[in-house]
């Protein structure tokens, strides 16, 4: 795989990589890391609210285990909450 400084058109959310849905082990982030990698996806968001807080560790966590991953990809994350106001007409 080639390494990238460039963000793909699409992203690969992580919402549900963690305790939000799948429950993935750090084995099976990899292997999902270099699918979406093999396939273009080279943009992950992985906000630090995914999971509740944990999902952003866990994909630390696993490309620590396999470092060549992290010359492949872009990472996205949550800068600041932002709030959205209703406001009256």
Not at 33 to 41: K, P
Not at 45 to 58: H, L, N, P, Q
Request: proline share 1%; charged share 20%; net charge positive.
């Amino acid at each position: 795989m080639p390494h990238t400084d460039n963000f793909s058109r699409a992203i690969s959310g992580t919402t549900t990589w963690g305790s939000w849905g799948k429950k993935l082990s750090k084995a099976e982030m990899i292997d999902l890391m270099y699918h979406c990698v093999e396939n273009g996806l080279t943009t992950f968001d992985r906000a630090v609210i995914f999971g509740r807080y944990s999902t952003k560790t866990d994909f630390g966590k696993a490309t620590k285990i396999n470092l060549e991953l992290q010359d492949w990809f872009a990472l996205l994350g949550q800068v600041r909450s932002m709030m959205c106001l209703k406001m009256k007409v």
